[in-house]
């Protein structure tokens, strides 16, 4: 087996075909009070006013938002925004795409849904995710689309020289987003992409280290988690309605500012991926697994019924990723 990534599938053990309760199933309310609400306040959404104007916004809505020590950071759809931990709206609605302003290639001239934003409490830095979901022109190292029989295999490199300066926030003026005419790109005949920006510091504003990496497959629905040996993202995709891609980024190495890498592989006929993410500041066992998780089953097939769910423990050694 490949070293630079070890798996091993575990599924749930004394499972007959049809579903059961388990003694681990809760089926009580608990008895400790209900955590206390510290603030409210309205979000991202359909009219947000922020600095940067009036939001309009699709379905399904993706929403998602990481909280710092001193702001909420929020992304909708194709849309994001920064607030003060009060509900001070200090940035948006802008499109998600603006983190990647100046970087060049589809991360920055696609503005895309589904992108996902986390605060790293270890690092105390700020990670957004984007996926593009259009086919981009092919390139001259154009990857050949990963099986899982390839197992771990290396992201091709989106932008030479990546991840050059890091770069602050741009803050455009404000408008009406309704006046906004959305461009629609032509599809290529290549891969799509998936884009990473990491803040240099704990600022949501940045500056911002931004990468790309090369996706064969349709990198739907990223969910990055947190752990101390990369960020780990799988993704869904909807080539042959089997495929799982579960990636995981060169952590280290991006919080530096440093050329890094993605090391990806395939896993077919399971539910969507789901890795452990890491919050708080106590650390795993060094070398620890992170564990993914997956219920049986496959929706995008339309069987929604099993009764397994799926765990592999992945660790990833970059000092040996061939």
Same mark, same amino acid.
């Given at each position: 087996?490949?070293?630079?990534?070890?798996?091993?599938?575990?599924?749930?053990?004394?499972?007959?075909?049809?579903?059961?309760?388990?003694?681990?199933?809760?089926?009580?309310?608990?008895?400790?009070?209900?955590?206390?609400?510290?603030?409210?306040?309205?979000?991202?959404?359909?009219?947000?006013?922020?600095?940067?104007?009036?939001?309009?916004?699709?379905?399904?809505?993706?929403?998602?938002?990481?909280?710092?020590?001193?702001?909420?950071?929020?992304?909708?759809?194709?849309?994001?925004?920064?607030?003060?931990?009060?509900?001070?709206?200090?940035?948006?609605?802008?499109?998600?795409?603006?983190?990647?302003?100046?970087?060049?290639?589809?991360?920055?001239?696609?503005?895309?849904?589904?992108?996902?934003?986390?605060?790293?409490?270890?690092?105390?830095?700020?990670?957004?995710?984007? +996926?593009?979901?259009? @086919?981009?022109?092919?390139? *001259? !190292?154009?990857?050949? #689309? =990963? /099986?899982?029989?390839?197992?771990? $295999?290396?992201?091709?490199?989106?932008?030479?020289?990546?991840?050059?300066?890091?770069?602050?926030?741009?803050?455009?003026?404000?408008?009406?987003?309704?006046?906004?005419?959305?461009?629609?790109?032509?599809?290529?005949?290549?891969?799509?992409?998936?884009?990473?920006?990491?803040?240099?510091?704990?600022?949501?504003?940045?500056?911002?280290?931004?990468?790309?990496?090369?996706?064969?497959?349709? +990198?739907?629905?990223? @969910?990055?988690?947190?752990? *101390? !040996?990369?960020?780990? #993202? =799988? /993704?869904?995709?909807?080539?042959? $309605?089997?495929?799982?891609?579960?990636?995981?980024?060169?952590?280290?190495?991006?919080?530096?500012?440093?050329?890094?890498?993605?090391?990806?592989?395939?896993?077919?006929?399971?539910?969507?991926?789901?890795?452990?993410?890491?919050?708080?500041?106590?650390?795993?066992?060094?070398?620890?697994?992170?564990?993914?998780?997956?219920?049986?089953?496959?929706?995008?097939?339309?069987?929604?019924?099993?009764?397994?769910?799926?765990?592999?423990?992945?660790?990833? !050694?970059?000092?040996?990723?061939?």
């Amino acid at each position: 087996m490949n070293r630079a990534l070890v798996f091993l599938a575990i599924t749930a053990a004394g499972c007959s075909s049809a579903p059961s309760r388990r003694p681990v199933e809760q089926t009580w309310h608990g008895h400790r009070p209900a955590a206390r609400l510290v603030t409210s306040f309205d979000g991202l959404g359909e009219g947000f006013e922020g600095p940067q104007g009036t939001a309009t916004t699709r379905n399904p809505s993706d929403n998602s938002l990481a909280v710092g020590p001193n702001h909420v950071v929020q992304t909708v759809n194709s849309r994001m925004a920064i607030f003060t931990k009060e509900g001070e709206p200090l940035y948006g609605p802008v499109p998600t795409s603006n983190v990647f302003r100046g970087f060049g290639g589809p991360c920055d001239s696609l503005n895309n849904g589904d992108a996902v934003v986390r605060y790293d409490q270890l690092a105390a830095r700020w990670l957004i995710v984007m +996926p593009i979901f259009r @086919r981009l022109d092919r390139r *001259p !190292d154009e990857p050949p #689309v =990963p /099986t899982e029989s390839d197992g771990p $295999v290396l992201s091709t490199i989106g932008r030479p020289g990546q991840p050059g300066p890091a770069v602050r926030l741009f803050e455009p003026e404000a408008r009406d987003e309704a006046d906004v005419r959305r461009r629609r790109n032509p599809q290529g005949d290549g891969s799509f992409a998936m884009c990473y920006a990491v803040s240099t510091g704990d600022d949501p504003f940045g500056p911002y280290w931004r990468y790309e990496f090369v996706r064969p497959l349709f +990198p739907d629905y990223p @969910r990055p988690a947190v752990w *101390p !040996d990369g960020w780990y #993202v =799988p /993704t869904s995709t909807g080539d042959d $309605v089997i495929q799982k891609h579960a990636c995981v980024a060169e952590r280290d190495r991006m919080l530096a500012g440093e050329p890094a890498r993605e090391l990806c592989f395939v896993l077919e006929d399971v539910g969507f991926l789901n890795n452990a993410d890491l919050d708080g500041f106590e650390l795993p066992p060094a070398g620890a697994p992170n564990p993914m998780m997956a219920t049986g089953g496959r929706q995008l097939g339309g069987v929604f019924a099993d009764s397994v769910i799926h765990a592999w423990n992945v660790h990833v !050694d970059w000092a040996d990723p061939e």
